[in-house]
């Protein structure tokens, strides 16, 4: 169960949600970042009760900026939990859109402003690091053949055209997040990030790309493991039956 302890005060049309666990060294620095873009942004803090106090932290920096609000949550329950909390946290308010971010720099502030700018003509922005070459730094060989053979292993049984599809630097519009019902998104790993977005194309709503330069995380741990990798191997199975074994968007219903 997630519980928002500040009373509401929305500022700007983007949300960005970031959820955190064990983010004490990362969070002050990207609040700075977010705040000082030059396109204005709400920031939403979800926070899985970080042993470390980044739950805190992020407390105290949201009572000096009406524009930072904070979840908490009561126990670290998967990411795509944290995200469906702040979905339906976002679509409480008036948002146009809401972005998805990770916490530990490996995406850069920076390039929410061309987030934006193409969600204004798209239900869904996609940050690629794969789009006309491989935009990744700091990744082994290894992990950077599990993320292109993942998204080449989307692409073959679900039919997305999408270069990078696990990718969780993501802007959505209202429209495309309310088109969704979060109860029944399952999956909780990097497969969540998939399931999103094959809900959304399968409905003929309007996908993009946009590049960006991911940069895996200098500070902290990464959270990937073998359970979540196992969980992407099967989601897109189902994805393809939910789309009644089709590898292009639903027919667009007669009005």
């Not at 909390?85 to 490996?106: K, P, T």
Request: positive net charge; hydrophobic residues 40%.
């Amino acid at each position: 169960m997630a519980e928002c302890i500040r009373e509401f005060a929305r500022m700007n049309e983007t949300l960005v949600i970031v959820p955190t666990y064990n983010e004490r060294d990362n969070i002050r620095p990207l609040v700075q970042r977010l705040m000082g873009l030059s396109v204005p942004v709400d920031l939403l803090v979800v926070d899985d009760n970080s042993p470390d106090g980044t739950g805190e932290i992020a407390e105290k920096l949201a009572l000096q900026n009406p524009a930072i609000h904070v979840l908490h949550r009561v126990k670290k329950d998967g990411l795509g939990r944290a995200y469906c909390a702040g979905f339906e946290w976002a679509l409480g308010q008036q948002y146009a859109y809401i972005m998805e971010m990770d916490g530990d720099f490996s995406h850069n502030p920076d390039d929410i402003p061309k987030f934006v700018e193409a969600a204004r003509a798209a239900d869904l922005v996609l940050g690629s690091r794969y789009c006309n070459g491989i935009r990744v730094i700091n990744w082994p060989m290894s992990r950077l053949m599990l993320s292109q053979g993942a998204a080449l292993y989307v692409r073959i049984i679900t039919g997305m055209p999408f270069t990078d599809p696990t990718g969780g630097f993501k802007c959505f519009s209202r429209r495309a997040l309310q088109s969704i019902d979060l109860k029944t998104i399952r999956s909780n790993g990097y497969s969540f990030q998939i399931e999103l977005t094959h809900n959304i194309w399968r409905q003929g709503l309007r996908v993009v790309e946009v590049p960006i330069i991911f940069t895996d995380r200098f500070q902290g741990t990464s959270k990937m493991s073998p359970n979540i990798v196992r969980e992407a191997l099967w989601m897109v199975w189902r994805l393809l039956l939910q789309n009644g074994l089709r590898r292009n968007p639903r027919p667009a219903k007669q009005k």
